[in-house]
């Protein structure tokens, strides 16, 4: 609807624009959604490749440029031959079609989806990190490494916290004034995406855990694990900015200049986009929807990406790909078709198939999804990497399927 209709969070007319990271996590196949990756590229994702062509360094992450990524994504879209561009907003559900209108979803359009599904839209509250400016920050107090050494070796920013500097850090954080309103009351946050000032008010340690986490990192000035560590990623192939990893935030933005800024490094930082919250709508899949994310009685009106109840953009791209086959398949008399739950993609599917619809939360992917193997192994990496291999082979099995349809 773009740029007719705006959202809270959304600054361009562009398809695919990203507002919440530029990351769409580890492409490692040991992990979950490099897993899921694999699976998608398999399918023939057409996003996965926009984001292969937009890519900027971020060690094990797929972090891309956001300009070229939706720009790339709208150019392929806008000028393909058999797709007209209507940028409008929709107030009602297609019949046949996919609504796939993410977690911003107009008030007028989740109204009615509400009414038709005959129960409430859930809502919660997204968070987004601050990016500052590269040539604002001291490099001298900022050293450049990957955890673990990932990646490069050297794709993020990291700036060093003493034992004292953490401990005002997080007194400033926990005291800073927040953007409060009756919305925000009872509404609960997604554990995966937590405002770091609602992290650190769940005790004085709770961040060295979380975001500020200094395992698999030295300092070179001392040559030993810092007490604390904020890590800054790429946004741009040029390196012209940088996002606080993991520091999606409500606070006002005064205060997010002022506590920000006690961080090493950041002293004299110029905020390039500030922290800040939104809504973010989502489906009781469970209770609402069938299997293939469709309306129980209108089958070729399917849902996709983050209003299914699914956390995150890899896991969104796959649940929109899964949707356009399925209503491909529709229109042409076939059944609809749901990958094994062997593989990630119908794993997430068998979640928002079988979670308890009256404690059911948004799912990011992840290995307890997938079922057990007849014979698990003790190590624990030996038993990820079966996993692995039995997901990609149910996927390519899977691929034959719609390939033969």
């Avoid at 990756?37 to 972090?63: H, T, W």
């Avoid at 994310?293 to 399917?302: F, G, K, S």
């Avoid at 109840?309 to 398949?329: D, K, M, V």
Wanted: hydrophobic letters at 45%; charged letters at 20%.
């Amino acid at each position: 609807m773009r740029p007719v209709a705006s959202t809270p969070a959304h600054r361009t007319d562009l398809l695919a624009e990203l507002v919440c990271s530029n990351s769409f996590k580890s492409v490692e196949t040991t992990n979950a959604h490099g897993l899921l990756k694999a699976e998608l590229r398999l399918l023939g994702s057409l996003l996965l490749r926009c984001a292969d062509e937009a890519r900027v360094p971020g060690g094990a992450a797929l972090a891309v440029d956001r300009a070229v990524f939706a720009g790339r994504a709208t150019e392929l879209v806008g000028g393909h031959p058999n797709v007209r561009v209507v940028r409008e907003e929709a107030t009602d559900l297609p019949a046949p079609g996919i609504v796939a209108t993410g977690p911003l979803t107009s008030d007028r359009l989740a109204a009615r989806i509400a009414e038709r599904l005959g129960t409430g839209a859930l809502a919660f509250y997204d968070a987004i990190a601050p990016i500052v400016a590269d040539d604002s920050l001291d490099h001298g107090r900022l050293f450049a490494a990957s955890r673990y050494g990932k990646g490069g070796g050297d794709d993020y920013l990291n700036a060093a916290l003493s034992e004292a500097e953490y401990g005002e850090f997080i007194a400033a954080l926990t005291a800073a004034d927040r953007y409060q309103a009756h919305e925000f009351d009872g509404v609960p946050y997604f554990e995966g995406c937590l405002p770091v000032e609602e992290m650190a008010g769940r005790g004085r340690e709770a961040l060295r855990f979380g975001p500020m986490k200094p395992v698999g990192l030295a300092d070179p000035a001392s040559g030993r694990r810092p007490h604390a560590v904020v890590q800054l990623r790429r946004e741009d192939r040029a390196g012209q900015m940088w996002n606080l990893v993991g520091f999606q935030t409500r606070l006002r933005t005064g205060e997010q200049r002022r506590v920000f800024r006690l961080i090493p490094g950041l002293g004299a930082a110029e905020f390039l986009r500030y922290g800040s919250i939104h809504r973010n709508s989502y489906l009781n899949t469970p209770a609402c929807l069938a299997p293939h994310l469709a309306l129980r009685d209108a089958p070729a009106t399917l849902f996709a990406g983050q209003l299914t109840g699914i956390e995150g953009y890899t896991e969104s791209l796959g649940t929109g790909l899964l949707a356009g086959i399925n209503l491909a398949r529709l229109l042409r008399g076939a059944e609809p078709l749901i990958p094994p739950p062997e593989t990630m993609l119908g794993a997430l599917l068998a979640y928002l198939r079988d979670a308890d619809p009256g404690a059911f939360q948004p799912m990011n992917a992840n290995f307890g999804l997938l079922p057990p193997l007849a014979a698990a192994p003790r190590d624990r990496a030996v038993k990820k990497q079966l996993l692995v291999e039995r997901a990609l082979a149910a996927m390519r099995i899977f691929v034959g399927s719609v390939d033969e349809a």
